[in-house]
DNA sequence: CATGAATGAGCCTTCATTCAT
DNA sequence: AATGAATGAAGGCTCATTCAT
């Protein structure tokens, strides 16, 4: 009756259900709850008790991409200099977002539906207007553009990667050329 | 055994599929076949004879909108100042994105798969693929962006204005205002 | 593009599903648009086409039982003494309701999916009324209940046939004696 | 090897889950022995134990209504007037029908699978058929009706009551004014 | 050419019951 | 005894596409 500490089969039963969630989401599968119970040799109210909805295994699945942001945003705050740090900052952004599709979906949907993910955005959002704000500070971002916009603009940007090229390669490659001219915009 | 010389009932019935596929698009509704025919008063099959796939359909939609473009991208061609040609033109077919779903649809596909759709975006491309040039030509584009590049950025860009406003007016302004950063960036 | 004449053979499907339902209602199965689908050799879109929710279908089956009880109502009201007819439309009411369980389920639901049904329903309380009014106003009823009360009670009495006995005949039998205690209620 | 003389934490589960169940048959839920479960705050084995189907929760649902009936008919028979102790207590049943519909369900179900209910239900048909052939050796019964037949009948006024109504007090005056006829018709 | 009925795979979701802990 | 995670059959419904008329 205690809130339970998490069962150790239970636990492995939700790991190999994020993860077979996780290589569908690489392939670009759309996560269909059933595929993922029978990949996932699992019974489909299994993955329904984990997660009751596919947003909700496609925030999980997107997780540890958004801690790792935050982690890299918290460094980027304590580089000296703003323009580099938010630039750097960027780069590692677009590069998981193209390396993790689910980044992208997750920060491009209207909405979040669990508090973990909901949480880790707004933490992000909060570290990424200020790596842009202090660049801005610093005279380095002349445009007024925001991180509420810039955001969608670095979906936009993966976005038009993936259509840009089909292997992994060549959509780095796309991804960070398209930075490159957007950065050079924000810098004015 | 020539191509009959199209009966005017059937073109009638076409013209139908394709108001009714337009209105559905510029909704953001998707286009289902069976969908289309019902509002259109018309046989599936009817629908199916005349756009065997959806995508057929799409492209259909697509071409006044990239009939437009070739137009304007032609007039621009003729105008003097290459930099205020080309943003001119971008700035066109940014609206042109944003006010008519199918055009980004059309021009994000990997494929198209009506000749006709083909050649228009070919000569869209060379077309615009000119104003680049001429713009770089003239020292105004500074940087190595090819208009293979700027598509995609395009269509990248509509899609952010997408996420980040939800009415027509907001999706126009946000996307003038990533257009403007983009160009800016080109500009160098 | 004129409403169709119905066809011969979608009618031919339609009536397989409704005589396979015919034979569920009958043998007290609830009604799943899937089994019936396949009893009726028929796909399951078929059955949504034709009969979009269960209620629709189980409304179809009860139509023509419906209809006869109907024309059963109007004969009475012909009839010279007011209780007799009364009392003789009852018993076959009655025995429609134990031998057609359709009936009691449709009248004993708290609305009508389909107008043709909700059509006959309210002709038939219209004229069960009428035969209830005409034997109180002959001073044969002298308790205060209307059909309004009635039809509930008719269907508490199949539903107490239903619970006495298993087989049709013992039904029948029960069904009739509880009716008779009823009749004899209101008769005062 | 004898059975063990219930734990203490035992019984309190078992009443908790007996709690949420009586609370749950009120409301008309059906009774679902996960959301038992996770009412009761209980694990679903832990219902299964006490209950192995959901009958035999019903019916311990059931069995203080039929207790406090079965208490009621030993009085009732201890009074004077044969027929008003016989309406008194159908009053009472009816009352306590549709008040608690665990009633009604375990006396219209074909069988009982706990022995108490079945104890008590063999009880309460013996003294229930005493009222009413007391009430016909003095006349007041002159119809052939048993008590066999009597209580399938006063499921089907609950039924009807429960048709014709949708608040507790409009089916308390239904099913009232329904059994009133019914003893109308038996007392002739 | 046109119609629209028919198909049936496929996805989603729920629930009674079992079983490992 | 108790827990609650896991199961998977079962049912509901939709939709792209085919085919008889």
């Known amino acids: 009756m205690t809130s339970a500490p998490i069962r150790k089969d239970a636990a492995r ?22 595929d993922v119970a029978r990949l996932a040799s699992v019974g489909v109210a299994t993955v329904y008790r984990h997660f009751p909805t596919p947003e909700a295994l496609m925030e999980t699945v997107a997780a540890p991409g958004l801690e790792a942001l935050v982690a890299r945003a918290e460094r980027a705050l ?23 599709p689910s980044l992208t979906i997750v920060r491009a949907a209207p909405a979040r539906v669990l508090p973990r993910t ?3 955005a707004t933490e992000l959002d909060s570290l990424a207007g ?4 202090r660049a801005r500070a610093a005279g380095a971002v002349r445009t ?10 670095m979906c936009g940007i993966a976005f038009a990667a993936n259509i840009h090229a089909d292997d992994q390669q060549a959509r780095l490659e796309s991804g960070r050329r398209y930075l490159e001219v957007v950065l050079q915009g924000l810098h004015g």
């Open 13 to 34: 039963n939700r790991q190999r259900i994020v993860d077979v969630a996780r290589r569908l989401v690489d392939d670009g599968t759309p996560l269909q709850l059933n």
């Open 78 to 100: 304590t580089e000296e200099d703003p323009w580099t740090a938010l630039t750097g900052f960027l780069d590692v952004t677009l590069e998981a977002q193209l390396t993790d």
């Open 118 to 120: 909901e949480e880790l």
């Open 130 to 133: 200020r790596l842009l704000d």
């Open 144 to 153: 007024v553009v925001t991180w509420d916009d810039l955001l969608p603009l």
